[in-house]
């Protein structure tokens, strides 16, 4: 611990803590920018600039430790006139279109000139005039609108190891934007959206289109179903003013409906049938060693993307299984139609997702039109439905909560807690081991799976056999999972492990790219929360003992991996290229 | 193989062809004794010595004649280069102002010769180290020269240099920060070129001194005769075992390497300058860590500059005591300063510490071309500041300069006379700095554009008086919060002539004149009737057609059509175009 003093206030904290955290312990706020809560400080703003008695120069608090016996100064009239010029600088580079603008009211530029009273421009305007950049389809880059924090460089780089963004030019033509100026689409970005999960201002933000879905909900000729992923439950609160990581499954069903949806799913069911297919698939590679392993799961579209990407030699240990949503998809134009007598080519299928590359996923292969028409028709993330319940005039807090459409929205616990990071993996397991022994697992036999560890490496037995299993969230931390496998593979040697979970983002799906902004650790372990509450309350807990996932394979699919479910169910991967120009 | 050699310049003209005819007569003069074997002529471009006509040096015997005829020749071979005397009539009476410690070897030597720099005592400090020394000795006599960093900072070598030897790693390295960006700054080029050698001694000193094996030299690629030359060098020190495994016999290894810059001027800052080695995109980060506990690839790092370096065999070789006599209290040794502007003799220089500014400009420079007034000095480059010339008694040192506003720098020195505006030359420092800017921090990116486009409002006539206050807030805001010396040191030169010379922004604002006649928006093209031939050259040359009139009646400019481009005065042989 060291001491020193903030303001006249003694402050100890432990060595290495920064001037800005010390100064938060006290209660005192340095006004900030660029820096975020989790991120390491790009120290790009300047405005937490603070003075410390013995040194001319002013430094910054996001990134100075502090020192024991330091005096500091957090606030006086220099150093908040200093504040407010970069604030009036930053704005004079800025369009300031707020009311257009897709961060309003949400905005942490917005927010700061809110908070220091910035009522004129006595600066010259500059405009950068640089395009937007949609060409993905999942996330809208406006340079125009960025304040250069580097927060999704850094995301991109560091966190996700995808280096889709970097910085281009110098001085006030400097932008982001892939490496030699090319579009998103064309560069490496696996559209995980955390660039704009994590982006002050409007200048990254998810593809709108709530209008799609509108003009669809006021066509008569189409019948919209809905589907909600897991994770969407536990954060749409955020935009209501609920507690962090409420669970508002009843809520969101009933509003969807007063959308004008005239069946609501739920991604979760999908989930189970998901395990239902992938346990099976794991049994007959680890048991009958039909297949390579590991098997790695493949529920995530920029985990998919990004192993097709970097990793191409790993596709056949990827696990053919598609993913929950595109599962329900599939199932509500042909297994829901058929029962209801509805022409597949009338069904508009919306997911609801906490993610942005759910929006490139539907059309990311053949097999997503494995019904004869477009499976899942256009994907909203959560930000998206948040602004529609808004705008459609639905008093959200004061809904009362609602059920699903049962045969496609009924889901055990090993569905709902998919949303977060080791959920599929603890899902699958509660259900291999039955496919392995026979036998039920009690629920929390493989809690050791959860939480925010980047890697989590464990060993489980079944019948006497060790499974050696895997999870990592955050495509950073994926590389050394991969290198440690193909490491062992090209040594001939056994493989670490059986099994291996990835999630692209930090966290897993409550973390995702399409969820509120301002995401941080705090926030994705409250939504993680808000799924094991509900497993824990729920007396299903194991997919396999899903009534209607039952009912779907004694009348549909038959059996897990027959016939109708590898037309259905399954995919396939091919090799992308890194650039494609 | 020549034994004795013979420096030449006419110090009354720039260039080297004025040489001519006194080199072939003293040819002539050395055949008839038989020497022209033994002894070398050589025309070299700079002596340090200015308006003395043809200057003779005799380097081994430390003579310097000056104003030398052509009959003196005769005279030069027979008594001094023959018999060794002295002609007293032809030595230069005048107190040497110049002191040559970095640049001691460049043009004595071939650069490209190991051989000759050891002749030079090359060298020999590092064996005195590598012998003599431990580490901490090493940095004991550089803490007793009192030796400063001269890339800009001064900071002191030695606690840069201790600060790394104290942090406990398996790897350290030295940098030689030889990205010199300064406009019209050629200093470090100049030592890189001609003495690459000494810069390689230092660096494997600096390399014993803090434990690093490995050394490199961050050199700008439009520096390719600098880059070719320090290979060589590199490639001799190695063939010679002075670099590589086991140098000079003792357990000591290191290594050098060169990398390119791509000539950035924020690479110059040292947490960039590690970036770009690395291979990333060369913008600063925050201190701390500083590169001395986590430098390159995360390992302790000293980044010492070109000059810097090329001090350290010098003062190990003569000791740190002798090194420490020269200069003031605080700021000892030399300083290479690259003189530019209004003065008679531009170029290189080196002097000692606290010599005056009136020395530099009037003795060594020779005063103001056409003996104008002298209005100030600017120095330190694009982050200095200007000093008006009532400061002319001001000692040269560190401390003095940030005193009266600007720095030291890496050594730019400008003259500037009454026909230079201090606005436009604070603006064209300025842009220079918006335009080097790497666009990382916000104070920076948008403040110093900002700060240009109200200077382009005052030059071109739009400025307003509370534009200077806005100078100011963001020269604060830039001062204070600017991530890193790029930026904080950019508004220098515009608060350092806001300071010394308001009256000329005041002018430029509300009168809308330029005093300097400088700043072409700000001036008025008259046709001086008295003056005037009605030769029409005027009208020809104007692009607008804002001069009318004929050979009877005269000519008039009309201000409204005329767009001040200056072709009418430039054309006129009889000066009757006026410009105020």
């Not at chain 1, 600088?89 to 257009?100: A, G, K, R, T, Y």
């Not at chain 1, 299928?349 to 059309?363: A, D, G, L, N």
């Not at chain 1, 639905?394 to 990071?421: K, M, R």
């Not at chain 2, 200077?468 to 604060?476: A, F, V």
Request: net charge positive; charged share 25%; with cysteine.
């Amino acid at each position: 611990m060291i001491s020193a003093t903030i303001n006249g206030q003694i402050v100890n904290v432990a060595k290495g803590t920064t001037i800005l955290n010390a100064a938060k312990k006290i209660n005192i706020n340095i006004p900030t920018l660029c820096k975020h809560l989790d991120l390491d400080a790009t120290a790009a703003c300047g405005i937490c600039i603070v003075k410390i008695k013995g040194t001319k120069k002013m430094l910054r608090s996001c990134c100075t430790p502090l020192e024991k016996g330091m005096e500091i100064i957090t606030h006086d009239n220099q150093l908040q006139e200093i504040r407010r010029t970069i604030i009036e600088l930053i704005l004079s580079n800025h369009p300031n279109d707020c009311l257009e603008c897709g961060r309003n009211n949400n905005c942490e530029l917005q927010k700061l000139a809110a908070d220091f009273g910035i009522r004129e421009q006595p600066f010259k305007r500059f405009l950068r005039q640089i395009p937007k950049d949609d060409s993905t389809k999942t996330i809208v880059i406006d340079p125009q609108k960025c304040i250069l924090c580097g927060r999704c460089v850094q995301v991109c780089q560091e966190m996700q190891n995808v280096w889709a963004l970097s910085f281009l030019e110098r001085g006030l033509e400097t932008r982001i934007s892939p490496a030699g100026d090319i579009n998103l689409a064309d560069s490496p970005c696996v559209r995980c959206g955390q660039c704009s999960a994590h982006c002050p201002t409007g200048a990254i933000t998810e593809y709108d289109q709530t209008k799609r879905v509108w003009q669809a909900l006021y066509d008569t000729d189409k019948y919209c179903v809905v589907q909600i992923a897991p994770a969407v439950r536990v954060a749409i609160g955020e935009a209501f003013g609920f507690p962090d990581g409420t669970n508002l499954t009843g809520k969101l069903y009933a509003a969807l409906r007063k959308l004008g949806f005239k069946a609501i799913f739920d991604t979760s069911f999908g989930a189970d049938v998901t395990i239902m297919e992938e346990a099976s698939e794991f049994t007959q590679r680890f048991v009958n060693k039909k297949g390579k392993l590991p098997m790695i799961t493949t529920c995530c579209p920029s985990w998919v993307d990004f192993m097709e990407k970097f990793y191409p030699d790993m596709i056949e240990h990827f696990s053919s299984v598609k993913s929950p949503h595109e599962i329900v998809g599939v199932l509500s134009k042909t297994y829901y139609a058929k029962i209801n007598k509805l022409d597949p080519k009338k069904v508009t299928m919306i997911s609801i997702m906490p993610c942005t590359s759910k929006k490139y996923e539907i059309t990311r292969s053949q097999e997503m039109f494995a019904s004869g028409v477009q499976d899942i028709d256009v994907v909203l993330t959560t930000r998206e439905l948040a602004r529609m319940i808004k705008q459609a005039g639905i008093d959200f807090a004061n809904l009362s909560e609602e059920e699903p459409d049962h045969i496609l929205g009924d889901y055990t616990g090993a569905g709902v807690i998919f949303g977060a990071t080791g959920g599929v993996m603890e899902a699958a397991l509660r259900t291999a081991h039955y496919f392995i022994t026979g036998k039920n697992v009690n629920k929390l036999e493989f809690e050791n799976v959860r939480g925010l560890k980047g890697i989590k490496e464990t060993e489980i037995e079944i019948k006497g056999i060790k499974i050696r299993i895997a999870v990592a969230h955050g495509l950073g931390n994926v590389e050394l999972v991969l290198k440690k496998i193909q490491a062992a593979l090209k040594a001939g040697k056994e493989p670490p492990y059986h099994f291996v979970e990835v999630m692209a983002c930090l966290g897993g799906c409550v973390g995702g790219g399409g969820q509120p902004y301002g995401v941080t650790d705090q926030l994705r372990l409250a939504r993680a929360r808000g799924l094991y509450t509900e497993d824990d309350k729920k007396e299903l807990y194991l997919s396999h003992d899903n009534p209607y996932v039952k009912k779907l394979y004694k009348d549909f699919l038959k059996e897990p991996l027959g016939k109708v479910s590898h037309e259905l169910l399954h995919t396939h991967y091919k090799p992308r290229p890194l650039y494609r120009k | 193989m020549y034994k004795k050699t013979v420096f030449i310049k006419d110090t009354n003209f720039q260039g080297l062809g004025q040489t001519k005819e006194l080199y072939n007569k003293f040819l002539e003069a050395l055949r008839k004794k038989n020497l022209q074997d033994k002894i070398q002529i050589v025309r070299v471009a700079d002596m340090g010595v200015y308006s003395k006509g043809f200057v003779v040096r005799i380097p081994d015997e430390g003579i310097l004649y000056c104003n030398v005829k052509i009959e003196d020749l005769k005279n030069i071979v027979s008594k001094t280069l023959v018999n060794g005397q002295i002609i007293k009539g032809l030595q230069c009476d005048r107190v040497e102002k110049q002191l040559r410690i970095v640049l001691r070897n460049c043009g004595v030597i071939d650069p490209e010769s190991i051989l000759d720099y050891v002749d030079c005592d090359g060298y020999q400090g590092l064996k005195k180290v590598l012998l003599d020394l431990d580490p901490l000795g090493v940095i004991n006599q550089i803490k007793l020269s009192g030796l400063r960093g001269r890339g800009g900072g001064g900071f002191p070598t030695w606690m840069k240099w201790n600060f790394a030897q104290k942090t406990q790693a398996d790897e350290k390295y030295i940098i030689c920060n030889a990205d010199e960006g300064d406009p019209g700054a050629y200093m470090d080029r100049s030592v890189l070129e001609g003495d690459p050698h000494s810069v390689i001694e230092g660096m494997i000193i600096g390399g014993y001194a803090i434990g690093a094996r490995k050394g490199y030299f961050y050199i700008r690629a439009e520096y390719p005769l600098a880059i070719e030359r320090i290979q060589n060098a590199i490639n001799q020190a190695r063939d010679y075992g002075l670099l590589g495994q086991n140098i000079l016999g003792t357990d000591f290894n290191f290594d050098l390497e060169i990398r390119l810059g791509a000539g950035a001027f924020v690479c110059g800052e040292e947490t960039a300058l590690i970036a770009s080695i690395e291979g990333k995109r060369g913008t600063p980060s925050p201190r701390p860590p500083y590169p001395s506990v986590k430098g390159l690839w995360g390992k302790p790092t000293v980044i010492n500059n070109v000059e810097t370096l090329a001090n350290i065999p010098y003062i190990l070789l003569k000791g740190p005591k002798f090194f420490a006599k020269i200069g003031t209290k605080d700021s000892k040794g030399t300083k290479v300063f690259s003189l530019t502007g209004k003065v008679k003799n531009s170029g290189l220089i080196e002097v000692p510490m606290g010599i005056t500014l009136k020395d530099i400009v009037y003795d060594i420079g020779g005063g103001l071309i056409d003996n104008k007034q002298l209005k100030a000095i600017q120095t330190g480059g694009p982050s200095g500041g200007v000093i008006p010339a009532k400061y002319i008694d001001t000692p040269v040192d560190y401390d003095n300069l940030s005193k009266l506003g600007s720095i030291m720098g890496s050594g730019g020195m400008i003259v500037i006379d009454q026909t230079d505006c201090v606005v436009d030359i604070a603006k064209f420092y300025l842009k220079f700095c918006v335009d080097e800017s790497c666009g990382k921090c916000a104070p920076c990116r948008i403040g110093g554009s900002q700060m240009l486009d109200i200077l382009i409002n005052i030059t071109e006539g739009r400025g307003k008086l509370e534009d200077i206050d806005k100078l100011k807030r963001i020269s604060t805001a830039m001062q204070k919060a600017s991530l890193c010396g790029l930026g904080q040191t950019a508004p220098n030169p515009v608060i350092s002539t806001l300071t010394y010379f308001f009256d000329e922004y005041k002018e430029h604002i509300e009168n809308k004149k330029c005093p300097a006649h400088k700043c072409q928006e700000l001036l008025d093209y008259k046709v001086i009737e008295e003056k005037c031939k009605r030769c029409g050259g005027c009208v020809r040359v104007c692009p607008t057609g804002a001069i009318s009139g004929n050979r009877e009646d005269g000519y008039k400019i009309d201000l409204v059509k005329c767009i001040k481009c200056g072709k009418c005065f430039e054309v006129c042989r009889f000066a009757a175009i006026s410009k105020e």
